[in-house]
């Protein structure tokens, strides 16, 4: 029997098994739904639903990915300007023997295909973006752990996230093979049906 059962304590979430019963059907939130009983119509429904926040859990995933992704490149380019930053931590510092040339010539992306020439003015601190259009400078070795700390927690954050989307795909196969079950099980029964009206 394929079934499912209303989590508690979700926030932000709505339970793609739950339906609109009747107002003389008690309302028991804890109890499982057995799929079967449910009409094709109604199975249609909550496919569409489960489909719908699997596209958006597989949206989030991917935007996850890309941030992760960008602190990388934010890191490696530390790491590349100041080579003292591939030191262990304890050990990270920033000298006049190990400090890019003032005036280094760069490329500074405006968009990801539009960079503009530029030069360096400070090579004792980096700008780094925090998030939500602030910007706040750092020494490369500040910049380098918040980064490294930016890449472990998403990594963190894309694992949880890989569970819950591997889960809600397996809520739709489960409800795809009970429609496809009634579906040929309706098929089965008109079939016979219109074999016995033949026969009288």
Do not use: W
Request: aromatic fraction near 4%; charged fraction near 20%.
């Amino acid at each position: 029997m394929a079934s499912t059962t209303n989590p508690q304590g979700q926030s932000g979430t709505s339970n793609p098994f739950s339906l609109s019963p009747k107002p003389s059907q008690p309302v028991n939130t804890n109890s499982p739904v057995d799929l079967s009983t449910l009409s094709t119509q109604q199975l249609s429904s909550i496919k569409k639903q489960l489909d719908d926040e699997l596209t958006h859990l597989s949206t989030s995933y991917q935007n996850l990915r890309a941030a992760q992704t960008k602190f990388r490149d934010c890191l490696r380019s530390i790491q590349k300007t100041f080579p003292a930053s591939e030191k262990p931590k304890s050990s990270l510092h920033v000298t006049n023997d190990t400090e890019p040339k003032p005036q280094k010539s760069l490329l500074v992306p405006l968009t990801p295909s539009l960079y503009l020439p530029a030069k360096l003015s400070s090579v004792r601190t980096v700008v780094v973006d925090v998030g939500t259009g602030f910007y706040v400078e750092k020494s490369p070795e500040d910049a380098t752990s918040f980064y490294e700390g930016k890449v472990e927690e998403l990594e963190s954050s894309l694992k949880d996230l890989e569970k819950v989307v591997q889960g809600k795909g397996r809520s739709v196969a489960m409800v795809e093979d009970v429609i496809r079950g009634k579906v040929l099980s309706e098929q089965g029964s008109g079939s016979g049906s219109g074999t016995g009206g033949e026969g009288k």
